[in-house]
T-cell receptor, first 108, second 112 residues
């Protein structure tokens, strides 16, 4: 079946630092989403990005479908960015297959 | 625009009991999917409903069942609860299959 792998698994940053999170997937992508899961479990939509590049404030994402990966950039990190970041892949079926997640901790 | 809402937020059940979780989809969305998230793991797909019909199922036993109503809200039913069913259950809605999905806040189920 489809493999969706995220790296790094854990990341500790000082406030103000930049970071790049990576999502590799083993099959052709139809849709790809990035989520931030807060400490209460809520999955917050960050990007819906099957291909190309999008930016939203301090966050941006790039998906290179032909090379089967997506990147999430966080600039000038803040403590409120802490949590788990998931990418989720959709192929021809409509279900989301989630990656293993990156746990981010931003310290003062 | 109303987002995805789930109820209850927390639930404690005894092994062997049955449970029903509810989800109201975002306004205008006709597709609802359910996911189970065990502690420390990513969400796992249970099943999806599109226009009141089951439209895909993950690797979950038949004691996990569901419904979608004409207003596109949905229920997840789990019979004969087991301790391993303890998890966060997440509902997502979308317009059509494969489009951007939006999640509710989840129901945290504890089976004792």
């Amino acid at each position: 079946g489809i493999q969706v792998e995220q790296s790094p698994p854990d990341l500790i940053l000082q406030e103000g630092a930049n970071s790049t999170l990576r999502c590799n997937f083993s099959d052709s992508v139809n849709n790809l989403q990035w989520f931030h899961q807060n400490p209460w479990g809520q999955l917050i939509n960050l990007f819906y990005i099957p291909s190309g590049t999008k930016q939203n404030g301090r966050l941006s994402a790039t998906t290179v479908a032909t090379e089967r990966y997506s990147l999430l950039y966080i600039s000038s990190s803040q403590t409120t960015d802490s949590g788990v970041y998931f990418c989720a892949w959709t192929g021809t079926a409509s279900k989301l297959t989630f990656g293993t997640g990156t746990r981010l901790q931003v310290t003062l | 625009e109303t987002g995805v809402t789930q109820s209850p937020t927390h639930l404690i059940k005894t092994r062997g009991q049955q449970v029903t979780l509810r989800c109201s989809s975002q306004s205008g969305h006709n597709t609802v999917s359910w996911y189970q998230q065990a502690l420390g793991q990513g969400p796992q797909f249970i099943f999806q409903y599109y226009r009141e019909e089951e439209n895909g199922r993950g690797n979950f036993p038949p004691r996990f069942s569901g419904l979608q109503f004409p207003n596109y809200s949905s229920e997840l039913n789990v019979n004969a609860l087991e301790l391993d069913d303890s998890a966060l259950y997440l509902c997502a809605s979308s317009w059509g299959q494969g489009s951007e999905a939006f999640f509710g806040q989840g129901t945290r189920l504890t089976v004792v």
